[in-house]
């Protein structure tokens, strides 16, 4: 015979206050723990860095554009990684040619690293297809396509550039909200029509 225990509404309810309590201190102490991991991964590649290792200035560089590991700025991001770029190393000078054609436009003095980058991406550099994707997506140097910012995205992905996938998602959400605010648009829009157009046809009766 099955045995029915039953439990105490109070005790019930302070059983799970403490699995809520438990489950926000774990919460916190895998932030805590992240946070701790990105400071030490900060302070590791910053002493490569000033070591001279053109990698992990790049790195630093990145560090403290996104504000991982640091407090974000975008003075030392630029620094770093002007650093790195000016040591040959290759996605550096491609983000500084995207920070560069984002703030000035396409001139004579980025547009041959332009189409250096174009012919490094169709001959299958991965950093090169990310940068000349991410440019399609927010129209930047080139024209302004999501489908060919998708298709160089996945081509970049492919080879096992990270940064790729998160970009390729973004695009993807845009798209959606996009589509979503143009058919909330057309729905008020027919809706108003309608109710012009009975409005008329009520004042005919009349």
Do not use: C
Request: charge should be positive.
């Amino acid at each position: 015979t099955a045995t029915v225990i039953m439990m105490n509404p109070g005790t019930t309810l302070s059983m799970l206050r403490a699995s809520l309590v438990g489950y926000f201190l774990l919460l916190i102490l895998s932030i805590v723990s992240t946070a701790t991991q990105a400071d030490a991964l900060f302070e590791f590649q910053m002493k490569l860095a000033k070591k001279g290792n053109a990698e992990a200035q790049f790195k630093v560089g990145e560090m403290y554009e996104s504000g991982t590991g640091v407090k974000q700025d975008m003075a030392e991001a630029t620094n770093w990684i002007t650093k790195a770029a000016g040591q040959n190393h290759e996605t550096a000078n491609f983000k500084l040619l995207y920070w560069d054609v984002e703030k000035n436009g396409v001139t004579d003095g980025n547009k041959a690293k332009l189409e250096d980058l174009k012919a490094k991406a169709n001959s299958g550099n991965g950093q090169a297809q990310y940068y000349v994707g991410k440019m399609h997506a927010n129209g930047v140097g080139l024209k302004k396509n999501t489908d060919k910012a998708i298709s160089w995205l996945n081509k970049a992905a492919l080879v096992g550039v990270l940064q790729a996938e998160p970009e390729i998602v973004k695009i993807r959400e845009d798209k959606q909200r996009q589509a979503l605010a143009k058919r909330r648009a057309d729905e008020k829009k027919r809706a108003q029509l309608k109710a012009k157009q009975d409005k008329e046809r009520q004042a005919k009766l009349e």
